[in-house]
């Protein structure tokens, strides 16, 4: 078993990278679980590039207003040199549509009707190449509380997640215990990462530690 510390910016966040570890890096032990909230991430590279030097340190993270993940990266590091375990992670355009990559498992989890998911597309962005990610047409987790959860007919899970277009809350009083039940159980991102590059790209570089 090889230790590693984790950072994500929130709960969520922090239960796919254990999701992700447990199903294609078992090898992998999570010494630590490191605060970093989101507006917190950007002020701890230093010090997680510098924890990185003796165990490796799995930052998780959504890409925000970067143009892709490249961009994002060198954003978060500026000026410093990243040390070879520290694995950068980026979902585009956040962890919700690495969630939202496994249509059929999020619509039944959710009451959402799956021809009303969003679909996969092939996307440029700032590379040469397109590549597959979800399309959505404002930030994923604002879709997902503000517009796919009124859909649901899940009562119970609607009640907990689904948050009025009017109010400027990003997600529901119960978020966490919606989500992070589906993220360890139901969500299958073996499915997801066919929907999702930079999910994929997780996936392979947990594999190479």
């Known amino acids: 078993m090889r230790d590693v510390f984790i950072a994500g910016e929130d709960e969520a966040t922090r239960a ?8 294609y890096a078992p090898n992998l032990h999570i010494l630590r679980e490191l605060p ?4 917190q991430v950007k002020a701890k590279i230093p010090n997680f590039n510098a924890l990185a030097r003796t165990i490796p340190v799995i930052l998780l993270t959504d890409l925000d207003d970067d143009p892709c993940g490249p961009i994002g990266k060198n954003n978060l590091l500026g000026t410093l040199v ?3 375990d520290f694995v950068i992670n980026i979902a585009v355009d956040e962890v919700e549509a690495w969630l939202i990559a496994d249509r059929d498992g999020f619509a039944r989890y959710f009451g959402v009707p799956v021809a ?8 440029k962005m700032s590379g040469r190449k397109a590549l597959p990610e979800i399309s959505v047409p404002v930030k994923s987790s ?3 509380t503000h ?3 009124h859909r649901s007919t899940n009562a119970e899970k609607k009640a907990q997640v689904a948050v009025s277009p009017k109010d400027k ?4 009083k119960e978020y966490n215990t919606a989500v992070v039940p ?5 969500w299958n991102p073996e499915v997801a990462r066919v929907a999702s590059d930079s999910l994929n790209r997780m996936i392979v570089r947990l594999g190479r530690l």
């Open 142 to 144: 604002w879709l997902f």
């Open 82 to 84: 990243q040390e070879q």
């Open 16 to 23: 796919v990278i254990v999701r992700l570890i447990k199903d």
């Open 36 to 39: 970093a909230r989101g507006s």
């Open 116 to 123: 009303q998911m969003p679909i996969s597309v092939m996307q």
């Open 182 to 186: 589906f993220i360890q159980d139901v």
């Open 169 to 172: 809350n990003s997600k529901g």
């Open 147 to 149: 517009d796919l959860m």
